[in-house]
């Protein structure tokens, strides 16, 4: 860092850091810091926070919006070969404002679905952006090629890889429709919060339909470096395709 450069203040680890003045017991915050990202032991000034934990604050809100209103990097989705498509959701700011747009096609996306993807797949693996496109940038090179290896070891054929522009969780039922496919795999963008911006989900689901409610869904969440590692997360997410295929169910009525 140069010399009379201020350091960027979202890039201080703050899961060991005390700023609370002279504690009674410094070793059991820090301690007890390092098991959450909640914002303890950071001291007062006064009856305020301190200047230091609200410019944080700050900072890691801004993460959480920039993380919301960025584009996934395509050059990414190109490189793993996914067919693209997008949601009715013309652009960012519609899709923040009407999430019904975010979850339906146009017939002729879905034809031309029907027309490029392989049908019928024992296995279809989606990405759709959702509230946070630097967790696919961040994710998706790790966490893709473990479950197509761990998928095609198995023996389960793969669909056609598509990513959705513009995409929230329910795109996976009209998808799995229209082309037939036995469990389907949507890795999605989770809304951010204050801990990181580059969280995501796996939502899976056995012959998911439209006509089916939410809790027909599994779903395995914070997927990112600090959390469930992608690689761990794949081969989780593997592990549980052999289930719901074994068991013919998923959601809230399959036991494990």
Known sequence: MQEGMIRDIA??????RLTIDKPKDADSCVRLKKT????????????RIKTETWLRFRADHAVAMDAVWSDVDESVIDQLKFYKIQTLAKDKEQYLTRPDLGRKFSEQTLGEVK???VMNPVVQILVADGLSSPAINANLA???????????ANGHQLGTPIFIKYGR????DQLSEALGACVTVLLVGERPGLATGESMSCYMAY???TAKPESQRNVISNIHRNGIPPVEAGAQIVQLIDILLREKNSGVTLKL
């Open 207 to 209: 012959e998911s339909s």
């Open 169 to 172: 969780v329910a795109t996976m």
């Open 142 to 152: 790790d966490i893709y090629p473990m479950i197509v290896d761990g998928v095609r």
């Open 36 to 47: 959450t990202n909640a914002r303890i032991c950071v001291g007062r000034a006064g009856d």
């Open 11 to 16: 890039a201080i680890e703050y899961n060991g």
């Open 115 to 117: 027309k490029h993807c």
